[in-house]
């Protein structure tokens, strides 16, 4: 059973789980038999994990977009990308830092924006915000870069950078939504 399926085994029966320090809190105990009880020991770990948020951003990159391995603990998708074959526990989307979502409420304007939609290949997907994070560290600046992505359920997130944006910077990134679109129509077609 995956942790996820714990998670909703547990809260299926009416039991809330929480976390404290480096223990779950399930209530009401007594709603917990041993059969799930040993479950949740079994996959303690992921539960933390999945019941805590990722840090926030990646201290490395900066960039805020996470998944869970199997063995837990979550993991930066750009500097951390799974593995061929490994199959993550679960994505956190990521999210806009408060202070920079205040600055665009507030009108702050971004000197490149992109928008894309999520495709069905994850692996994909992560590849290609890897490369745009490559592309975009090769020109160190100031200026942000904000990347829109609709999600397939319709969420929209957004991933923010810091780069010198120049017209060789659009060249090269339009190159590379151009092989994203060309890279989609091929699986598409395969």
Do not use: N
């Amino acid at each position: 059973m995956r942790p996820q399926e714990v998670l909703a085994a547990l809260r299926e029966r009416g039991i809330e789980v929480g976390v404290r320090g480096d223990k779950l809190l399930l209530r009401p105990a007594s709603l917990v038999d041993d059969e799930l009880r040993q479950l949740v020991v079994g996959h303690k770990p992921q539960l933390l994990s999945l019941l805590r948020p990722p840090p926030s951003p990646c201290r490395a990159c900066g960039v805020v977009w996470f998944w869970l391995p199997p063995r837990g603990g979550w993991a930066c998708a750009l500097c951390q990308p799974p593995a061929p074959g490994v199959e993550p526990l679960a994505w956190h989307p990521g999210r806009v830092a408060p202070l920079v979502a205040y600055a665009l409420r507030l009108g702050a304007r971004p000197a490149m924006r992109l928008t894309v939609r999520e495709g069905e290949d994850e692996r994909a997907d992560a590849a290609f915000v890897a490369r745009l994070a490559e592309l975009l560290g090769e020109f160190p600046g100031r200026d942000v870069v904000v990347l829109s992505v609709r999600t397939l359920d319709g969420r929209r997130l957004r991933l923010l950078w810091r780069a010198q944006v120049t017209r060789e910077l659009r060249l090269a990134v339009a190159r590379l939504l151009r092989e994203r679109a060309v890279g989609g129509e091929r699986r598409a077609q395969a």
